[in-house]
């Protein structure tokens, strides 16, 4: 078993022992982070639906500010790609093949503020995810083509870890958002 099995193992049980709800005051330096560089209609916020004992990415929702903005789901595409549709709170989502849930797929769009599900973290910003590779694919390919794509791991702060182990595909995350405020 290699090393990133090992974590996500180890990480996926230690956050599913400690899991708490969170309220809304958790996203509130992510909704200054917000304020700090977008204007109201130029946010373009891709969330998650989470599952799990992921931390609700969609309680940022119940801060006032976000009130109309263009907020955006991930969906899986038959080839596998993930890309990101816009989607209304308390609107219909269906189930994947993953078991997870997403929004209808009209015409996607690409996200300028990302929140990425994430089960362990480091100092240097690194990310382990669940070991799909979903948000790494679609991070390679458009951070290329568009820079301004800011990312933001959310996790609880017993789920840092001291060097994650990389490699050429893994993208470092801007921002990792936990409890004891935002890295």
Known sequence: MDQKHKLR???FNLRKKKYYKIDRKFFSP?????????KKRDLRLSLYFPSCFEIDALKILEHKYMNNR???LPAIEKNNQMNFFIWKKNQVLLVN???MLEPLKTKSKIPNL??????AFDK????????????DQYLNKY???????ITV?????FQKYHKLPINNKDVKLDYILTEKGIY
Do not use: D
């Open 9 to 11: 193992n180890k990480y």
């Open 70 to 72: 263009n907020i955006l």
């Open 153 to 157: 791991g959310i996790a609880f702060s």
């Open 124 to 135: 240097n910003k690194h990310r382990l995810g669940y070991g799909k590779g979903f948000y």
């Open 114 to 119: 990302m929140i990425v599900p994430t089960l």
């Open 143 to 149: 951070l290329k083509k568009f820079n301004n794509i």
């Open 30 to 38: 992510l909704i200054n982070l917000i304020k700090s560089n977008f």
């Open 97 to 99: 093949q993953f078991g």
